[in-house]
């Protein structure tokens, strides 16, 4: 019932209601984000861009916190009366008859009622366990995405219209020539020489896609039963004359990669997430809907659509939960379930001299990374609370370790064992098991992978602390990324050094540095002892990257970042890019 018989509102549909009016409010600024995101990008704003991602993942929790003390202040006996909450689930499921966002609004019920219940009452019936509203056949204020249907022998007309109708303010500089680019490389990637069927048609999503200093036409092309799902990246002219398409990508790794969550999320103005969602999955059904919700901004719906995959990971399966492959982290007790591709860590209780840093920090820097440009060089971890594992499931001696250095952070329920807080991260390949087992060829791009994500995260103000083989990853497509956050900071943090001269033979011989070392001082010509022995791979790493171990190299950096340089990251191949010469090689070789 919505009230009593004078009309007044129920107390369950009032806390409905209030709830529900912390998520509107939550997603009218994720939308304002989009539009704000727009007018950056046509502005070439780059600091005030990336001040949108901040904004973007910050405004989410300011706005559970605003509706837990709206909901305490208002029915304070919510705290503990557990007979309220079947009924408040009930009746915001009635509220969300039509709605355009259910799956997003329940995920913020869930924040909401787990601040604000006891831990003791996180029962199926009071929280959306599994998504109660359907998401299919929402019908969108305006189309998610338009279909263009080319006249036989023009479809260079139908990529003008569409570049067009992307209403921005900015005009191209050049857009038929960037057209017959995409033309020549569609045909290029396109295999043969295939007739149009009936159905022939470009399919385009109605927003823009932006991060850094991209926007993105996310689209598929369809022929029949064929569909060539593609990715056109628009930038800004260094002539300044306009905007010009720097890239289109068709290959499915490449798209991945774009959408890799070891990049900032994209900020994209969507009425209904579902339906862009479920077109991206289409695109490409290697990534599943918690990173695909991710990738667009809506993270904490990707949290909650990660767990439920552990869960039916968990049901259609029978293996255990063991300690993640790689060397034993000091900082963090790290586990994995093989069926499952993700990593849980948990912050130990304890850590050695060498470690000087405490929990705080070491979650404080886990936030760093988070609200970070990760230029694809960091994965993005989840934060999480309270998350059941059944000990059934789990190796003894994980369970041992965990409860012998994890305790601050454990729980028990009966046969399950409660992990108070972890972080979630895709699982790869440690860099210093990767090397032992690579062949020539791999350990090569390995080593020259290694010192591209240094650089990398340098250029973007950032500096790993830790700098070891253990604490890099290679993931399934090649590309090595740093996953140890415990000691990373900013660059311009750190006071890099060289080396004093010794003095005299007793200075020489010292076993401990004869000078003041800084608790920031950093000496990058010590790298590479601890990285490589003698041998091939150091060989590679001098050759190629031996201005990393060079003081002056790492200040310069300091120096162009305190100068307010904003770094530019490609996060695409260069075989994608639209220059010319490329495109006729590809076009020859066709």
């Given at each position: 019932m919505e009230g009593d018989?004078?009309?007044?509102?129920?107390?369950?549909?009032?806390?409905?209601?209030?709830?529900?009016?912390?998520?509107?409010?939550?997603?009218?600024?994720?939308?304002?984000?989009?539009?704000?995101?727009?007018?950056?990008?046509?502005?070439?704003?780059?600091?005030?861009?990336?001040?949108?991602?901040?904004?973007?993942?910050?405004?989410?929790?300011?706005?559970?916190?605003?509706?837990?003390?709206?909901?305490?202040?208002?029915?304070?006996?919510?705290?503990?009366?557990?007979?309220?909450?079947?009924?408040?689930?009930?009746?915001?499921?009635?509220?969300?008859?039509?709605?355009?966002?259910?799956?997003?609004?329940?995920?913020?019920?869930?924040?909401?009622?787990?601040?604000?219940?006891?831990?003791?009452?996180?029962?199926?019936?009071?929280?959306?366990?599994?998504?109660?509203?359907?998401?299919?056949?929402?019908?969108?204020?305006?189309?998610?995405?338009?279909s263009w249907y080319p006249e036989k022998g023009n479809v260079l007309s139908t990529f003008t219209d569409i570049a067009r109708g992307l209403g921005l303010s900015v005009p191209f500089e050049n857009l038929r020539r960037d057209l017959r680019r995409v033309l020549l490389a569609f045909r290029a990637h396109l295999p043969g020489k295939r007739g149009r069927q009936l159905n022939f048609q470009v399919q385009v999503l109605s927003s823009l896609f932006f991060r850094d200093k991209g926007a993105y036409v996310v689209g598929r092309l369809l022929n029949g039963n064929q569909q060539t799902p593609f990715v056109a990246c628009l930038r800004h002219a260094s002539s300044g004359l306009g905007l010009y398409v720097d890239a289109l990508l068709l290959k499915p790794e490449h798209l991945a990669a774009l959408f890799s969550l070891s990049r900032a999320y994209f900020i994209v103005d969507m009425d209904v997430p579902s339906e862009f969602v479920a077109f991206l999955n289409q695109l490409?059904?290697?990534?599943?809907?918690?990173?695909?919700?991710?990738?667009?901004?809506?993270?904490?719906?990707?949290?909650?659509?990660?767990?439920?995959?552990?869960?039916?990971?968990?049901?259609?399966?029978?293996?255990?939960?063991?300690?993640?492959?790689?060397?034993?982290?000091?900082?963090?007790?790290?586990?994995?379930?093989?069926?499952?591709?993700?990593?849980?860590?948990?912050?130990?209780?304890?850590?050695?001299?060498?470690?000087?840093?405490?929990?705080?920090?070491?979650?404080?820097?886990?936030?760093?990374?988070?609200?970070?440009?990760?230029?694809?060089?960091?994965?993005?971890?989840?934060?999480?609370?309270?998350?059941?594992?059944?000990?059934?499931?789990?190796?003894?001696?994980?369970?041992?370790?965990?409860?012998?250095?994890?305790?601050?952070?454990?729980?028990?329920?009966?046969s399950r064992l409660i992990v108070k807080h972890l972080y979630v991260e895709r699982r790869m390949t440690p860099l210093d098991l990767f090397l032992q087992s690579g062949d020539p060829l791999q350990r090569y791009r390995a080593v020259l992978e290694f010192g591209g994500a240094i650089r990398d995260l340098a250029e973007a103000n950032i500096f790993p602390g830790d700098i070891l083989l253990k604490n890099f990853g290679v993931t399934g497509r090649g590309r090595v990324v740093f996953y140890d956050y415990d000691e990373i900071s900013l660059l311009t943090e750190v006071s890099f050094r060289r080396l004093p001269t010794a003095r005299d033979e007793v200075e020489e011989s010292s076993a401990e540095p004869w000078f003041h070392v800084g608790a920031?001082?950093?000496?990058?010509?010590?790298?590479?002892?601890?990285?490589?022995?003698?041998?091939?791979?150091?060989?590679?790493?001098?050759?190629?990257?031996?201005?990393?171990?060079?003081?002056?190299?790492?200040?310069?950096?300091?120096?162009?970042?305190?100068?307010?340089?904003?770094?530019d990251f490609i996060p695409y191949p260069d075989e994608v890019r639209l220059e010319p010469g490329h495109l006729v090689a590809a076009a020859t070789s066709a």
């Open positions: 018989e004078t009309g007044e509102m129920s107390t369950p549909h009032a806390i409905a209601r209030t709830i529900l009016d912390g998520f509107e409010k939550r997603y009218a600024q994720f939308r304002a984000l989009g539009a704000a995101a727009r007018e950056r990008f046509e502005k070439a704003d780059w600091a005030g861009a990336h001040e949108l991602n901040r904004i973007g993942i910050g405004t989410y929790d300011e706005r559970v916190r605003e509706s837990v003390e709206s909901v305490l202040r208002l029915y304070p006996d919510a705290h503990t009366d557990e007979r309220l909450w079947p009924q408040v689930k009930q009746a915001l499921i009635g509220l969300l008859y039509d709605h355009k966002r259910p799956e997003c609004a329940e995920t913020f019920y869930n924040s909401v009622a787990c601040r604000v219940l006891d831990r003791t009452y996180y029962r199926n019936e009071y929280i959306f366990w599994r998504q109660a509203v359907a998401t299919e056949f929402i019908e969108a204020d305006d189309a998610t995405w338009r490409m059904p290697g990534k599943s809907k918690a990173e695909l919700y991710t990738s667009v901004g809506l993270h904490k719906q990707g949290k909650t659509l990660f767990y439920r995959d552990l869960q039916d990971s968990l049901k259609h399966s029978t293996d255990s939960f063991v300690p993640a492959p790689g060397a034993r982290g000091m900082v963090m007790l790290v586990f994995t379930l093989p069926s499952f591709p993700w990593v849980f860590k948990v912050i130990r209780d304890e850590f050695p001299p060498q470690k000087q840093v405490t929990r705080e920090e070491v979650q404080a820097k886990y936030l760093l990374v988070k609200y970070h440009d990760r230029v694809g060089r960091l994965p993005d971890a989840m934060e999480y609370s309270d998350v059941l594992f059944p000990t059934d499931r789990m190796d003894p001696v994980l369970v041992a370790e965990l409860e012998r250095t994890c305790a601050r952070s454990l729980d028990r329920d009966g920031r001082d950093v000496f990058p010509e010590e790298f590479l002892r601890f990285l490589f022995p003698p041998g091939r791979l150091r060989e590679i790493f001098v050759e190629f990257h031996g201005e990393l171990l060079d003081a002056a190299w790492w200040i310069a950096r300091q120096e162009e970042i305190r100068s307010g340089k904003q770094p």
